[in-house]
C-alpha cells in the first residue's frame, strides 16, 4: 500500500503516458451519503486486450523492461479492496484505459489523499505535453481543471512557464483549499 493515494494517481497517470496517452481525465470524488471515495483515471492511450488487464494486475508482471516487478496497478487495487471497495480496469487495444477504485470513505486503513494539489501541478507541469482534464467533487462542489483550456488561453506561453505555474498553484490551491477530499 502507498502511503497517500495522490501517489496512487501519480503512478496509474505515468502508466498512461507510457501508453502513449496525450489525454488523461482524472476524476475524484467523495460521495459523503454514501460513504465512498471514487478516484478514475482514463485515457486515450493504446489500451489492452483482456490478457493484458489480468497480467497488469499481477504484481510480477510489467511491460518496463528496467524494471522486474510492476507493482502499481496490484497495490491500488489491494488498496481499495482491502478498504471494503472495488477495482475495475475497462481498456480497449486502439480505445484507451479507464481505471476506477472505490474505497469505503470512513474505513480505518484508508490511506489520506495526500497533497491533491502539488499531485495536479508536478503531473501538469512535468507532461506539458500531455493535456489533462482533473474533476474533483465533494459535497456536490465542484472543481474543474481542464488544461486544453488553460493553454489556449496562454497561447504561445508554456504551461511550466514559472509565472504560469505560480499562478496554478494559487489557483488550484484556492479551488481545493474547502474540499475535504482533498486533503
Known sequence: MLAELSMHIIDIV???????????????????DRDLLIIEVEDNGKGMDKDQIN???????????????????PLFKQT???CDGSFQILSEPGKGTLIRATF???HVDLPPMGNLRDTILTLV??????????????????FVLDTREVKKELQDVPINHPEVVKFLREYI????????VAS
Do not use: C
Open 14 to 32: 505515468q502508466n498512461s503516458i507510457s501508453a502513449g496517452a496525450d489525454l488523461i481525465k482524472v476524476k475524484i470524488h467523495e460521495l459523503k
Open 55 to 73: 497480467r497488469v494486475q499481477d504484481p510480477f508482471y510489467t511491460t518496463k523492461s528496467f524494471k522486474r516487478v510492476g507493482l502499481g496497478i
Open 80 to 82: 481499495a479492496e482491502h
Open 104 to 106: 469505503k470513505k470512513s
Open 125 to 142: 507541469v512535468g507532461e506539458p505535453n500531455v493535456d489533462f482534464v482533473f474533476e474533483v467533487e465533494t459535497d456536490g462542489v465542484v
Open 173 to 180: 490551491g484556492e479551488n481545493l483549499k474547502t474540499m475535504e
